[in-house]
């Protein structure tokens, strides 16, 4: 079974920061890419970020570039978000997810594995 777990959503004041985590099961997580998505209320799913197996290649969405930044540590099968200088405009809940591809990819339909999602509030 795959599973994967996210953590450290929460409310937080604009210009404020937090990281998330998502921990991941399965033996395969070092060799697959993963993602950041988020999903405001009334709004679709959009990508936030990705970062490749070995996670020297990462791509992030025009609206974060510059504020967000995705890592993993392979050995602790966990991935992270570490988000500054946040917005009301990033309140959403925040999904992990894990690719069927090795290489970091952008398009929600190319990910099999999503966590349950953690919210993210950020007021104004």
């Known amino acids: 079974q795959v599973q994967l777990v996210e953590s450290g959503g929460g409310l937080v004041q604009a210009g404020g920061s937090l990281r998330l985590s998502c921990a991941a099961s399965g033996r395969t997580f070092s060799t697959s890419a993963m993602g950041w998505f988020r999903q405001a209320p009334g709004k679709e799913r959009e990508f936030v970020a990705t970062i490749n197996w070995r996670g020297e290649n990462t791509y992030y969405a025009d609206g974060v570039k510059g504020r967000f930044t995705i890592s993993r540590d392979n050995a602790r099968n966990t991935v992270y978000l570490q988000m500054n200088s946040l917005k009301p405009d990033d309140t959403a809940i925040y999904y992990c997810?894990?690719?069927?591809?090795?290489?970091?990819?952008?398009?929600?339909?190319?990910?099999?594995?999503w966590g349950q999602g953690t919210q993210v509030t950020v007021s104004s």
């Open positions: 997810a894990r690719s069927t591809h090795s290489i970091a990819v952008k398009t929600t339909g190319e990910y099999a594995y």
